[in-house]
């Protein structure tokens, strides 16, 4: 099995404040792992690290055993990390089916004069786009929606779509932050079908999530920070008995 | 109330499934109109309606599909009507080689301007465009022996099109009409296009777009280019068709006054610049008393617009998805 | 000479920074870049003017009509305008785009009402030169150093010793959170506007008895020197601004002296220029994180 992200001892600082302290992880191919840990943990800068909106004040971020560690956002997500946020950043006055098309910049080629002569590859790329991207909408149950704003959908449609748009670039990692954030239970057991559905398709996902129920039922393995630290790895039933993490979940025992 | 609403939205219904054959249909009636109307005043009117509609849809370009704000691209309008000026003056050059030069050179300072200042957020680029439309204007007030300064440039040649003279207005209107259609077409290709959307992300969420693979930066760089290069054969044009220049033509005051025609129309929607530019030139050009007061008009138009609506008249209307969702509704009602 | 020109820079500076103060005391609290503060400027020189034609004798107290006047109309600025936005969540563009439509308005009206020509202006500064060493100044050089200083001084007093201030400081921070303590950040912001744009108009009229002469067209190149001057401090930093303004007018000074006049107006834009593409937070600024 190969190894698709792996972060070695990274360190972040933001001033005097050291936000992530000295990291390691790695994910597999075709695996699903979790991060957690209590807010504040330094959860979503690593990330950003991973994603390449911040530079780590030391450490190396590699890609399916290549260095990404500095190189701009679009670049990683051009070879392959795709990501979701977690206050959701969609393009609100674009049709959902343009927001997965969106997605797929990377994969497709058409260039200025493409556009201005219109082309045969333009047509034939965008009729490919449409049909791949309403594809990926069907998966997510979104279909129906295709043409409406993004900002007129429910909030659960839009996490959907956050998700949508991620896989549209075709990523070797998703990287799902805060997915089931806001939701109500029906709308996190129809996003459990979801994932589900996507680990038999063999996609690998990374995911960032603070219902432990979720994370529990879906993670092959879990990492746990806290203050910036990694306090704990392994199978969720490892993760749960670890003294370390109950400490920092419900505070120590004097 | 409600009736209104309804038939407005039919009646957008109807425009969004058939504005291919509006604009085909009015670029047919603008070529028919000088063989029923040769009146100079009308021929002028609707030629210079024309260059602002050229004017405003490379400012909406930049600013309604891309969102970035330049309050300088008289400038870029000036460079293109001193090229055209100088070349066709000093070296006799012909009017399509004059407005590929101006496209080139506004290009050139589009992407020298546009280079550094892109890579930063925010207001920047309106605080730098601003500065540079002022040092332009001085370049062209102060360099005497090429602009000859404040006096400016006159007796600009006639156009001349592969060594024919054109002196008539019927023959000018013509090749406006050529230049509008052009930008036209080449602006909702870029609009319709892979790129287009990127543009439009990046509008949206520069981050996420960053996110999804978009190079942010490459891409508004684009975008001012090509904004600066219409610019600038719109001002090789107006050099050859109003044969007078002198830089204060070029000041601020009239970039805000093009931004204006870009905005009020509708930010993002090609058909309300159109009439958005034809309106606001129109008007003024034929009711005297809201030529004199213009400009004072227009700040309280643009005011009172921003607290109606904000994107403009006929901002965010996206034809292309109220005809996507009517079609689909139809299907949705046969399945 | 170099002395005397040092001392022209910094007197022309420091009504520079005055107005500066007001684009980043408004920048600071909506992050927006106020358009119309140049004509402000120009209208507070010109208000002052036809209050002092139309009611003679008293220069002072037309000076502080203007003053109030162009208080006046910086509180409508928000009121009738930004502060509807504000309510509507409109984009950030929008606010942008109306503080440039107040800016044609107000320099449409005073074109209007006053035309386009040069008009003189009344001095009532000047009591002659002193002399110190070889060198001598003019007293309107120390009369606008000095009441532009003592502005500033009170300004950061306010600023930093008062709980306007302090409600000021926080609207800055995190405007969501000053209005669940409790704040009025309306209120806060209606005041800055009305400070700023008092502040302006005090430029205004110093500038014009300083030079004697007004014109139309000095409100959008002063506006856009002192836009450069709060870019240089750091947009929202009140220190910031006030070095800025400073700085500017010296390099303009001395620019003018030692390079080419004709150019003056350049310098400062040059200067806009380059620091927005080397230094773009500024003197005083510091990088800011984006947060995702």
Partial sequence: ?254 | MSALRTALKKTGIMVACHINKIAFVSVLLLLMFPLVNQSAYTLRIATVAMMYIMIALSLNLLTGFCGLMSIGHAAFWGIGAYTAAILAKNLGWGMGTCLIASALVSGFFGMMLGLPVLKLKGYYLTIVTLGFCEIIRMVELNWMSLTRGPLGINNIPYPNLFGIVLKSRVEIYYIMLGLMVLTGLVVHSIVHSRIGKAIVAIREDDLAASAMGINVTLYKIMVFIISATIMGVAGGFYAHYIRYIEPSIFNTGTSMNMLIMAIFGGLGSIPGTIIGATILTVLPETIRFLAEYRNLIYGFLIIVLMLIKPSGVLGDVNMEYIKKRYYASKAGDKG | ?292
């Fill in chain 1, 1 to 254: 099995m190969s190894t698709v992200l792996k972060v070695n001892s990274i360190t972040q600082r933001f001033g005097g404040l050291v936000a992530l302290n000295n990291i390691n992880m790695y994910v597999d191919d075709r695996e699903i792992v979790g991060i957690i840990g209590p807010n504040g943990a330094g959860k979503t800068t690593l990330f950003n690290i991973i994603t390449g909106m911040y530079e780590p004040t030391s450490g190396k971020v590699e890609l399916a055993g290549q260095d990404i560690t500095g190189k701009k956002p679009y670049v990683i997500a051009a070879m392959g990390f795709a990501r979701t946020f977690q206050n959701i950043r969609l393009f609100g006055k674009m049709s959902v089916l343009d927001n997965v098309i969106v997605g797929m910049h990377t994969r497709t080629k058409a260039n200025l004069i493409d556009a201005i002569f219109h082309t045969k590859r333009k047509y034939r790329e965008k009729k490919e786009c449409e049909e791949k991207a309403e594809k990926y909408l069907e998966l997510l149950n979104l279909w129906d929606l295709r043409h409406e704003y993004a900002n007129s959908l429910p909030y659960g449609c839009q996490r959907r779509l956050e998700i949508a748009r991620a896989l549209a670039t075709e990523p070797k990692l998703l990287l799902l932050d805060e997915p089931a954030a806001g939701m109500n239970d029906r709308e996190t057991d129809e996003l459990l079908e979801i994932i589900k559905k996507l680990k038999e398709m063999g996609k690998t996902i990374l995911l960032i999530e603070h219902d432990m129920k979720f994370v529990m039922n879906i993670c092959e393995r879990i990492y746990v920070l806290n203050y910036g630290e990694l306090i704990a790895e392994g199978t969720p039933f490892e993760v749960r008995t670890n003294q370390k993490v109950i400490d920092a979940y419900l505070g120590k025992e004097e």
């Fill in chain 3, 1 to 292: 000479m170099l002395f005397e020109q040092i001392l022209n820079g910094l007197a022309i500076g420091s009504v520079y920074s005055l107005v500066a103060i007001g684009y980043t005391m408004v920048f600071g609290v909506l992050k927006l870049v106020n358009f119309a503060n140049g004509s402000v400027y120009l209208l507070g020189a010109y208000f002052t003017l036809m209050t002092y034609f139309a009611l003679g004798r008293n220069f002072w107290l037309c000076f502080i009509l203007g003053v109030i006047g162009c208080g006046i109309v910086g509180f409508c600025l928000d009121q009738f305008g930004l502060k509807r936005l504000r309510a509507t969540n409109a984009p950030r563009l929008a606010g942008l785009i109306t503080t440039m439509g107040m800016a044609m308005i107000i320099d449409n009206f005073i074109l209007l009402f006053f035309g386009s020509e040069t008009k003189p202006y009344p001095n009532m500064i000047n009591f002659g030169r002193i002399r110190i060493g070889n060198s001598s100044i003019s007293s309107n050089q120390i009369v606008i150093l000095g009441v532009a200083l003592a502005l500033m001084l009170l300004l950061s007093l306010l600023t930093y010793t008062t709980k306007i201030g302090k409600a000021m400081q926080c609207t800055a921070q995190n405007i969501n959170a000053t209005k669940l303590m409790g704040i009025n950040t309306n209120l806060i912001i209606s005041m800055t506007f009305i400070l700023s744009s008092a502040l302006a108009a005090v430029a205004g009229v110093l500038v014009g008895m300083y030079y004697q002469t007004i014109d139309i067209t000095s409100g959008f190149s002063v506006g856009m020197k002192t836009m450069a001057s709060a870019v240089l401090g750091g947009v929202g930093i009140l220190p910031g601004a006030m070095v800025g303004g400073l700085l500017i007018g010296l390099f303009e000074t001395l620019g003018a002296t030692y390079v080419s006049s004709g150019y003056s107006n350049a310098i400062a834009f040059a200067i806009l220029i380059l620091v927005i593409l080397f230094k773009p937070e500024g003197l005083f600024g510091k990088k800011t994180i984006n947060k995702v």
